[in-house]
């Protein structure tokens, strides 16, 4: 990866952490979740607003480093309209992006909107602050009552 593109990556982290996307409460969420990372004190809840299969509505409330409060307005900004089913799909493919795993379930736009944070495969620690938004969703979206804990993740 060439120099101005980790730049620009970052850039765009660091303006979603910044000024994150779709942020507060969700006044008529059907739907909601907390996450929390006890390693690093990162905390993200998901409220969501679940009609006829699909996410008709999508927020985010959390306090944390760059990489997670930037990864779940990205999430929440990108999941907006879509099906479960779809929303699922790309938390799948995006756990095995920044994993460095290979996966083929993304379309090339969703993939180049979450490559910027593929540079987190480096970082294991960081792995667990950029999936937290997304196992918190999964627990929303399936009807988990219970606070996600990114520390059994392994990277």
């Known amino acids: 990866m060439s120099d101005s593109l980790k730049e620009l990556y970052q850039e765009i982290i660091l303006d979603h952490a910044r000024h994150p996307r779709h942020a507060g409460v969700l006044a008529d969420a059907n739907a909601e979740a907390e996450g929390y990372n006890p390693l690093c004190g990162d905390r993200v809840k998901i409220y969501a ?3 006829d299969g699909r996410i008709a509505g999508l927020t985010f409330e959390g306090k944390g480093c760059a990489i997670s409060q930037a990864s779940a307005s990205l999430m929440v900004e990108m999941l907006q309209g879509r099906t479960i089913e779809e929303a699922e799909s790309l938390r799948d493919a995006f756990l095995h992006l920044v994993k460095g795993h ?6 090339e736009d969703d993939r180049e909107r979450l490559e910027v944070m593929a540079g987190v495969q480096q970082f294991p620690m960081r792995v667990k602050c950029a999936t937290l938004a997304w196992h918190t969703l999964h627990e929303a979206v399936t009807g988990g009552h219970e606070t996600v804990s990114s520390q059994d993740e392994t990277p």
Do not use: I, Q, Y
């Not at 290979?102 to 379309?107: D, F």
């Open 49 to 51: 607003r679940l009609k």
């Open 102 to 107: 290979e996966h083929t379930g993304m379309s």
